[in-house]
């Protein structure tokens, strides 16, 4: 859905399967590039005025979490927006639940913090939050 929206588009996934699914529904859309990329480890270069976290910083250990945000936070441009949506329901195999993920993102929010928290939605079984950087 946010392929038509963007003069361009980085889609990243550490996992190649998902991301073989990816390239054959995008190749009409130029404009993106789907690369494998497994953060904190690897981060695009660059600025983006939109990084989306959608369904994996519950994978990362914390230590991980937090490097990742702050690469997050390093690319982000200026009144840049970063959107995260995320399960919440607890999952005994994966390092952090949902809440936990979007809880360390808070905490870079407010006054005097790098991020301005602008809308936050709960559902029965997700979170969205969504910040601009400051």
């Given at each position: 859905?946010?392929?038509?929206?963007?003069?361009?588009?980085?889609?990243?996934?550490?996992?190649?399967?998902?991301?073989?699914?990816?390239?054959?529904?995008?190749?009409?859309?130029?404009?993106?590039?789907?690369?494998?990329?497994?953060?904190?480890?690897?981060?695009?270069?660059?600025?983006?005025?939109?990084?989306?976290?959608?369904?994996?910083?519950?994978?990362?250990?914390?230590?991980?979490?937090?490097?990742?945000?702050?690469?997050?936070?390093?690319?982000?441009?200026?009144?840049?927006?970063?959107?995260?949506?995320?399960?919440?329901?607890?999952?005994?195999?994966?390092?952090?639940?949902?809440?936990?993920?979007?809880?360390?993102?808070?905490?870079m929010a407010g006054p005097d913090k790098p991020l301005?928290?602008?809308?936050g939605q709960r559902g029965e079984t997700y979170r969205?939050?969504?910040?601009?950087?400051?």
């Amino acid at each position: 859905m946010l392929a038509s929206r963007c003069g361009a588009l980085l889609s990243v996934d550490a996992s190649e399967l998902p991301l073989k699914t990816a390239r054959a529904r995008l190749a009409p859309y130029k404009q993106v590039t789907v690369r494998q990329m497994s953060i904190p480890g690897e981060f695009p270069e660059g600025e983006f005025d939109l990084i989306l976290l959608s369904e994996v910083g519950y994978y990362l250990a914390m230590e991980d979490l937090q490097r990742a945000r702050q690469q997050m936070l390093d690319q982000l441009t200026r009144d840049g927006h970063l959107l995260l949506v995320h399960w919440t329901p607890v999952v005994h195999d994966y390092p952090l639940t949902g809440d936990q993920v979007h809880d360390e993102f808070m905490k870079m929010a407010g006054p005097d913090k790098p991020l301005k928290h602008l809308l936050g939605q709960r559902g029965e079984t997700y979170r969205l939050d969504l910040f601009q950087k400051s």
